[in-house]
């Protein structure tokens, strides 16, 4: 069984940037696809990016494409979220997940393993 303990989440202007980090422990990091995916209040946990087994290939929400950049280290077993000109739309819960899974996916159903969430918020 694998823990993700999401950190980095904080109040931020539009404009502004975060960076999210994931730390996992209890399995093998490096042989599974990661993921981030957010939520608000009343609404299904969306996905924003993901991430293949060797890094080698990433996708991304139409939203955050070309502000967001999703990498891993696999000796720190840390998943990242750059998040660059943010919006107040982006205000969430950013949560970080992994599966059984090599190959990165846009679906929230292919993870397995979440973390906690960290709140992003973002003010005009």
């Known amino acids: 069984q694998v823990q993700l303990v999401e950190s980095g989440g904080g109040l931020v202007q539009a404009g502004g940037s975060l960076r999210l980090s994931c730390a996992a422990s209890?399995?093998?990091?490096?042989?599974?696809?990661l993921g981030w995916f957010r939520q608000t209040p009343g609404k299904e946990r969306e996905f924003v990016a993901t991430i293949s087994w060797s890094g080698n290939t990433a996708y991304y929400a139409d939203a955050v494409k070309g502000r967001f950049t999703i990498s891993r280290d696999d000796v720190k077993n840390t998943l990242y979220l750059q998040m660059n000109s943010l919006k107040p739309e982006d205000t969430a819960v950013y949560y970080c997940?992994?599966?059984?899974?090599?190959?990165?996916?846009?679906?929230?159903?292919?993870?397995?393993?979440w973390g906690q969430g960290t709140q992003v918020t973002v003010s005009t």
């Open positions: 997940a992994t599966g059984p899974y090599l190959r990165a996916s846009t679906r929230v159903t292919d993870f397995t393993s």
């Open positions: 209890g399995r093998t990091f490096s042989r599974y696809a």
